[in-house]
C-alpha cells in the first residue's frame, strides 16, 4: 500500500480497512489481521495501528474480542458506508463545490456526467 | 524505562553538547532521535547505553545506572552503532561465543531475521558488505531481546528492498515492554515507524512529542499562498509546503523533515505551541 | 545477579575473547617457536663443526629472557589494542559481562597463557635439541649441562625471586599500555618504560650518592637469608600490582 502525502497514515490505514470490507474482501464476523500484522504489512509503528482499530471500534465497523482479536462487526458494511460518507462530505465534498464554483459548472452538467460515469463504470 | 535529570555532556570547554537535558523515555514506543549533524543524537545514545560519562546529572535505564556497566544492565541493551567491526569468523561461531550472554537469546528468532534479510547462515561475516553485516548485526542485536533497542542511523548502507525488510522487522519487533530508540537524518526511510519524535538542538531538547500530539497541534498542509497563519512553509512544485497551526482539529499526515526544519528556523513561534 | 564476578559468565568470556584473541596469539607462539628453534639450530647445526658444547649453548639464557621478554610484552600490548578503535570498542564494551571479569580476562591470557605458553614452547624446543644432541654425541659429559631442568633450577629461588615476579611486571606495564593509548601500542609503551626506568634509574643513583657519599659499608656478607631480594621481590611485586589496578581502573573509564 501507498501512502499519500496529505492525510494521517491511521486514517489512511481506516480507509484501507474499510476498502477490504467494502469490497468484501473481509467479511462480517471474519478475523482481520492482527496490530502486528497489519503493522508489519504496512511498515508501520503498531501504535498508528492501534489508533485506527481503536477508531474503527468507536465507528462499529470492527470489534475485539478480548484474547482473540478484531473482527468485522455485523453491520460494518453500513457503518462503514456512513463513516465514508461523513468523511467525503467533510474533507473532499468543500473542495469539489470550491472548484464549481470556480469554475462556473452548471449543476445539470454535473447531473449527466454523473450519470454516463455510473453507467460506465458500475 | 528511561529518565535523564539534568544532564550535562561535553567532550571539552569548547564543545559542549547538552546543557541540563531531562526527559524520561518509556517501555511501547518507538522514539526517533533527530538533529543536525553534530548536535550529539550519538552522544546521547551512547550516555544511555553507558558508553560515554557525563559531567553531570544522572541517567536511570530500567532503574540502574549505565556509566557502572553491570552485566544486569548490558543484558537488557542492544545497541546498534553506526560503525562497527565484527570478527572475521562464521555467523554461527560468532552467536556461539556471544549468544549465550543474553539469557532471553531466541536462536529461532535470530534465524528467522537473518531468513527475512536474505542473509545465508553459513558465511563468514568478513566475506560481508557492510550492508549484509548490518543486518546481522541487527538481527543479533533483537534475537537478544534486550528490552533497550538502541539504532544509531540503521538505515545507513541498507539497500533499498532491505529498508522494507527493516521497517517490518522493527514494526514486529516493537512490544509493550520494549524502548526503541533509532536515531536518523533520513526521517523519510522511518517516518512512518516513528511514534514520538525527539529532537536536537542548540544543546537541548528542541522538541519530544508523539506523533498525534504534533498533528493535534500543527498543519501540513500544501498551500498555493502563504499568509501570517503559517508558521513555516517550503516552496514547492504545487505552491507551499507549510506548516500551521491546527485551527480547525484537522487530520493531516506529519511531514518529519518539514517539522525538523521548522523547529530550527522558527524555534519561537514553536515553543508556547508545545508547551 | 553478581554484577561483579560470575564464574559462568567469566569462562564465557574467556570462551569468546578467545575466538578473536586466539589468533593473533597462536600466530604469533608460532613466529616465536619459529626463532626460538631457528636460533638453536644456527648455533649448533652442523653438529660435526661443534665445538665445545658448554660454551655453544651460553647462546640459551639471553635467548630466554629476550625472546620471552618480547613475547609476552607483544602480546600484552595487543590485548586491548582494538579499544583504541570506536567501532570494535562500542561492541566489546557492551558484552554483559563485568568490566572486573574483562579484566581478569585480559590478565589470564596475557600473565598466564603467554608466559605458561613461552615456557611450554622453549622447553620442548631446548629438550628437543639436546636430546639430539645427546644421541649424536653419546657421552655422559654433557649431562649436568644440558639438562633443561638444571637450565631453569640451577638458582636457588630466594636468590634470584625478583627475577620471577619480572614475568608479570613486563604483562602488566604493557598490557597497560594496550588500554591506555589508542595507537602505536606497543612503541608507546616502550618509549614511556624507558624513560620511566631512566628517570628512576638516575633518582636512585643520586640518592645513592647522597646518602652513602663518605660512608663505608660494614657488612657485605649475604648471611644466607637474601633479606635485599625479597625486598627488591616486594617492590617489584607491589609495583605490578599497581600498575594492574590502574589498568582496571583505565578499562572502567574507557569511553568511545
Known amino acids: 500500500m501507498e501512502f499519500r502525502d496529505n492525510k494521517a497514515i491511521y486514517l489512511q490505514i481506516a480507509e484501507y480497512v474499510c476498502e477490504h470490507i467494502l469490497l468484501e474482501k473481509w467479511q ?43 473482527f468485522v462487526a455485523e453491520e460494518a458494511v453500513a457503518n462503514v458506508k456512513s463513516y465514508r460518507k461523513a468523511q467525503f462530505m467533510e474533507d473532499e465534498l468543500p473542495i469539489v463545490f470550491r472548484n464549481i464554483y470556480l469554475l462556473n459548472i452548471d449543476f445539470e452538467e454535473l447531473q449527466t456526467r454523473y450519470n454516463t460515469f455510473v453507467k460506465e463504470n458500475f | 524505562m528511561i529518565k535523564i535529570d539534568n544532564l550535562n555532556f561535553s567532550y571539552s570547554k569548547h564543545r559542549v553538547l547538552f546543557k541540563d537535558i531531562s526527559m524520561q523515555l518509556s517501555s511501547g514506543h518507538i522514539y526517533g532521535l533527530l ?15 553507558g558508553l560515554v560519562y557525563a559531567q553531570s546529572g544522572k541517567i536511570e535505564v530500567l532503574g540502574l545506572d549505565p556509566a557502572k556497566r553491570q552485566p544486569a ?20 561461531s560468532y552467536v556461539k561465543a556471544n549468544a549465550a550472554f543474553y539469557p532471553e537469546f531466541d536462536h529461532q528468532y535470530f534465524a528467522d531475521l537473518l531468513k527475512e534479510f536474505d542473509i545465508p547462515v553459513g558465511q563468514k561475516l568478513i566475506d560481508m558488505s557492510y550492508g549484509q553485516k548490518k543486518k546481522v548485526i541487527i538481527s543479533f542485536g533483537l534475537a537478544t531481546n534486550a528490552k533497550l533497542v538502541i539504532m544509531d542511523e540503521p538505515t545507513n548502507g541498507l539497500d533499498i528492498p532491505s529498508k522494507a525488510q527493516f521497517r517490518k522487522i522493527m514494526a514486529s519487533a516493537l512490544t509493550e515492554d520494549k524502548c526503541i530508540i533509532i536515531s ?21 531538547i528542541a522538541l519530544k512529542a508523539t506523533v498525534e500530539e504534533i498533528t493535534d497541534k500543527l498543519s501540513f498542509k500544501r498551500l498555493k499562498e502563504i499568509d501570517e497563519t503559517v508558521i513555516y512553509a517550503e516552496p514547492s512544485l504545487a505552491g507551499y509546503n507549510a506548516v500551521m497551526p491546527n485551527y480547525h482539529q484537522e487530520d493531516s499526515k506529519l511531514d518529519m523533515e518539514l517539522l525538523f526544519n521548522a523547529v530550527l528556523a522558527e524555534k519561537n513561534k514553536l515553543k508556547p505551541i508545545f508547551n | 545477579m553478581n554484577n561483579t564476578f560470575d564464574l559462568h559468565r567469566f569462562t564465557l568470556l574467556l570462551k569468546r575473547q578467545w575466538l578473536e584473541f586466539g589468533k593473533i596469539f597462536l600466530i604469533t607462539l608460532l613466529v616465536a617457536t619459529g626463532v626460538v628453534a631457528a636460533f638453536y639450530a644456527l648455533t649448533l647445526l652442523p653438529l660435526q663443526e661443534l665445538g665445545y658444547i658448554s660454551d ?59 608466559v605458561l605458553a613461552f615456557l611450554l614452547i622453549f622447553t620442548i624446543t631446548d629438550w628437543a635439541f639436546i636430546t639430539y644432541i645427546k ?43 594496550s588500554a591506555y593509548f589508542n595507537r602505536f601500542h606497543y612503541i608507546k609503551t616502550a618509549i614511556c618504560v624507558m624513560l620511566f626506568s631512566g628517570a628512576w634509574t638516575y633518582i636512585v643513583m643520586n640518592v645513592v650518592d647522597v646518602l652513602l657519599s663518605g660512608k663505608t659499608s660494614i657488612n657485605l656478607g649475604n648471611n644466607g637469608k637474601d633479606t635485599m631480594e625479597w625486598l627488591l621481590f616486594s617492590i617489584i611485586a607491589l609495583c605490578t600490582l599497581v600498575v594492574l589496578s590502574i589498568t582496571y581502573v583505565r578499562l572502567k573509564e574507557k569511553e568511545v
Do not use: W
Open chain 3, 135 to 177: 644421541s649424536y654425541f653419546r657421552t655422559g659429559d654433557l649431562k649436568e649441562l644440558a639438562e633443561v631442568k638444571t637450565f631453569f633450577s640451577k638458582n636457588e629461588i630466594g636468590t634470584f625471586a625478583p627475577v620471577y615476579v619480572m614475568p608479570f611486571t613486563v604483562t602488566s606495564v604493557f598490557l597497560l599500555g
Open chain 2, 73 to 92: 544492565l548490558l543484558q537488557q541493551i542492544c545497541f546498534i552503532p553506526e560503525e562497527f567491526h565484527l570478527p572475521a569468523i562464521k555467523i554461527d
Open chain 1, 28 to 70: 462480517a464476523d471474519q478475523k482481520i489481521p492482527s496490530v502486528r500484522e497489519m503493522a508489519v504489512t504496512l511498515e508501520v509503528n503498531p501504535n498508528t495501528v492501534m489508533r485506527t482499530y481503536e477508531l474503527l471500534q468507536n465507528k462499529n465497523i470492527i470489534n475485539n474480542k478480548r484474547g482473540i482479536g478484531f
Open chain 3, 56 to 114: 655453544q649453548l651460553r647462546f640459551r639464557e639471553p635467548l630466554f629472557i629476550i625472546f620471552g621478554f618480547l613475547f609476552i610484552s607483544i602480546i600484552a600490548s595487543s590485548y586491548f589494542a582494538h579499544l583504541g578503535q570506536k567501532s570494535k570498542a562500542i561492541i566489546d564494551l557492551l558484552i554483559p559481562a563485568s568490566t572486573f571479569e574483562k579484566f581478569l580476562a585480559g590478565f589470564f591470557f596475557t600473565s598466564i597463557l603467554s
Open chain 2, 35 to 49: 538533529g543536525k549533524n553534530g548536535a550529539g543524537k550519538s552522544t546521547l545514545l551512547k550516555n544511555l547505553a
Open chain 2, 184 to 204: 536518523t537524518h533520513q526521517v523519510r526511510d522511518l517516518d512512518n515507524l516513528i511514534d514520538t519524535v525527539i529532537m536536537l538542538d542548540e544543546n537541548k
